[in-house]
């Protein structure tokens, strides 16, 4: 009698953080659960802690244009994704690329523009590319706020360093060359209940609940999310959201090379007529 009230209590309890796990999903920015064998990384500080004063509102306008670019930069941007959408719980979860782990390594150099990048260089690399757009030049006040909102974000950080859980942890090199079939397997399973059976995303009231993967709206062919081993990468940690770390190294590579293989925006560089040395 009484194991099975306590039985039943469990199920309530369980079916009960399942709906909200789903309607939060759905419905608010999603938290996916932090990698199971998490080491320590490093706490941003809390959102509430954003000082009351100028520097604070910046702070907070940098975090509302990450989280809805299309709003709040609209003249840059040429797709309908948003920072977050590749940035996880608002730029804030390691392996997501977070940005208090960006903020401490640069200025860096790329190898992609061989110049030595400034923040706002590699800011700007994302907005031409994962966001298909135009780059907001370096002294606006889009600039200064996301770059307000990073600083903010990693306080108390050392600098200089590759903190764990900055950028995305490394895949193996796959035991057998990613295919496309097997590719789209994984996707039916596991992709196409959030991001359509055509890589085209889910809407609610307009704004895009679930991003596009392929097609007109999403990142173009010279983003890092084109690669196939930082795609791979990056699905290995983070998705299905909420599930990172659940897909075998193979899937997390044959799913990758699927969603690259379809349709979306070109290069910029290329469709300029040949490489423009100038492009970040
Ligand atoms: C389509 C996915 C996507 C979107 C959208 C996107 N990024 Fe990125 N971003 C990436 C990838 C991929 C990397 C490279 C990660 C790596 O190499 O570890 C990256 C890297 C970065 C880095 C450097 C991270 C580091 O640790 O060196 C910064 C800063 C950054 N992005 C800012 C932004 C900003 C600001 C926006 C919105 C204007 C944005 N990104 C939108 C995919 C995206
Ligand atoms: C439970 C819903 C859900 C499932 C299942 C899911 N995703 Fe996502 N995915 C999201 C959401 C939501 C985002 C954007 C995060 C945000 O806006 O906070 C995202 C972002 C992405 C992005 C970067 C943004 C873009 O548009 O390119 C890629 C790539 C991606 N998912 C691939 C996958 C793949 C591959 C799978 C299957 C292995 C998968 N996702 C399964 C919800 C999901």
Redesign the pocket.
């Known amino acids: 009698m009484k194991v099975q009230t306590v039985a039943m209590a469990a199920i309530a309890v369980a079916a009960s953080t399942f709906a909200f796990a789903i309607g939060r999903a759905v419905w608010q920015s999603p938290e996916p659960a932090p990698p199971r064998t998490a080491p320590t990384y490093f706490q941003p500080p809390l959102e509430a802690s954003i000082p009351d004063d100028d520097f604070g509102a910046m702070v907070s306008r940098g975090k509302a244009?990450?989280v809805d670019?299309p709003t709040h930069?609209a003249d840059?941007?040429g797709?309908e994704?948003?920072?977050?959408?590749?940035?996880l719980d608002r730029?804030r979860m390691p392996n997501s690329?977070?940005?208090w782990?960006?903020?401490v390594?640069?200025p860096?150099y790329r190898a992609k523009n061989q110049i030595v990048n400034t923040?706002a260089d590699?800011?700007a690399?994302?907005?031409r590319?994962?966001?298909n757009?135009t780059p907001p030049p370096a002294d606006s006040d889009v600039m200064r706020a996301?770059q307000a909102y990073?600083f903010w974000m990693a306080t108390g950080a050392p600098t200089g360093t590759?903190l764990p859980g900055?950028?995305?942890p490394e895949v193996h090199p796959p035991a057998s060359a990613p295919d496309l079939d097997r590719g789209g397997t994984v996707y039916a399973e596991k992709c196409a209940i959030c991001h359509g059976n055509d890589g085209e995303g889910q809407r609610s009231g307009g704004r895009y609940v679930f991003?596009p993967l392929w097609g007109s709206n999403?990142?173009n062919k010279g983003?890092?999310?084109y690669?196939v081993d930082?795609?791979a990468?990056?699905i290995k940690a983070n998705m299905p959201l909420g599930k990172g770390g659940s897909l075998s190294d193979q899937e997390a590579w044959d799913v990758a090379a699927f969603v690259n293989s379809h349709e979306r925006p070109a290069d910029p560089r290329q469709s300029a007529g040949g490489r423009d040395p100038s492009a970040r």
């Not at 994704?81 to 940035?87: F, I, K, Y």
């Open positions: 244009i990450f670019t930069a840059y941007v797709n994704l948003s920072c977050r959408s590749c940035h730029g690329a977070p940005m782990g960006a903020w390594r640069y860096q923040m590699r800011i690399g994302c907005f590319f994962s966001m757009g996301l990073f590759t900055a950028g995305y991003p999403t990142y983003a890092g999310m690669r930082l795609a990468a990056f």
